[in-house]
């Protein structure tokens, strides 16, 4: 195998990959999680809220309530995804809490009036939702990723494709006291193939090793 044949393969792996896994990767650990996490049974994942940057030309022809929309919708398909990959965790066997269904959280946030997650302690939010511990974040991207969002920008302004770059900023909080147990910061780069779901894989492969609901 010649260097130019070596080095079309290694970019074919990466582009179905769908992302980047060099990027660069903070990781924060209380040092009693794990004692911690023993006693919790069952957790929550909140809406991201989500950050979306489009390009100047696109920003001219949507207005700040459908860029508000497509960002929400972001954060709710973060949710879903995050919800999707503890399941998948808990079918085969390693996962050692209860994920609550983000229906049910969402429309617990809802009869509550609450659309704003930063103006609560995650304490208060925690105890709103009856859950041991919550996973909140936030998220940006340089263009819709969810399939939703995709489509809704794609007939507004006539673009569509993946992502080119996504940050994900996501922590784990003490139901109790709201103490931080976990943060997971990773910044990745998207190709071909990039949506939320593989987003969430990749954030999380690597994670989930420190993460103490996992074995």
């Known amino acids: 195998m010649n260097k130019f044949t070596f080095k079309l393969l290694v970019l074919s792996m990466l582009l179905l990959t769908g992302y980047s896994t060099t990027a660069q990767t903070n990781l924060?650990?209380?040092?009693?999680?794990e004692a911690i996490a023993r006693d919790h049974q069952v957790i929550a994942i909140l809406p991201f809220a989500a950050k979306v940057s489009l390009r100047?030309?696109?920003?001219?022809?949507?207005?700040?309530?459908?860029?508000?929309?497509?960002?929400?919708?972001?954060?709710?398909?973060i949710q879903s995804s995050m919800y999707t990959w503890f399941l998948q965790r808990?079918?085969?066997?390693?996962?050692?809490?209860n994920v609550q269904d983000p229906k049910k959280t969402n429309?617990?946030?809802?009869?509550?009036?609450?659309?704003?997650?930063?103006?609560?302690?995650?304490?208060?939010?925690?105890?709103?939702?009856?859950?041991?511990?919550?996973i909140t974040g936030n998220f940006e991207t340089d263009k819709p990723m969810s399939d939703g969002?995709?489509?809704?920008l794609g007939l507004l302004v006539g673009f569509w494709g993946s992502t080119n770059a996504a940050t994900i900023n996501m922590s784990v909080?003490?139901?109790?006291?709201g103490e931080l147990l976990w943060n997971y910061n990773k910044r990745v780069s998207g190709s071909l193939g990039s949506n939320t779901d593989s987003?969430?894989?990749?954030?999380?492969?690597?994670?989930?090793?420190?993460?103490?609901?996992?074995?």
């Not at 969002?149 to 809704?152: K, L, M, Q, T, V």
């Open 90 to 97: 808990k079918k085969r066997g390693d996962l050692l809490v």
């Open 199 to 215: 987003l969430i894989n990749i954030l999380m492969r690597k994670a989930s090793r420190r993460l103490a609901y996992t074995k």
């Open 28 to 33: 924060y650990e209380h040092a009693n999680f």
């Open 149 to 152: 969002a995709s489509i809704a």
């Open 56 to 77: 100047p030309k696109q920003m001219k022809e949507i207005t700040p309530q459908q860029l508000k929309e497509m960002e929400t919708g972001e954060g709710l398909s």
């Open 107 to 134: 429309a617990i946030l809802l009869s509550n009036e609450i659309d704003n997650l930063a103006l609560f302690t995650p304490e208060a939010l925690a105890k709103l939702l009856e859950v041991d511990a919550v």
């Open 173 to 177: 909080n003490n139901g109790v006291d």
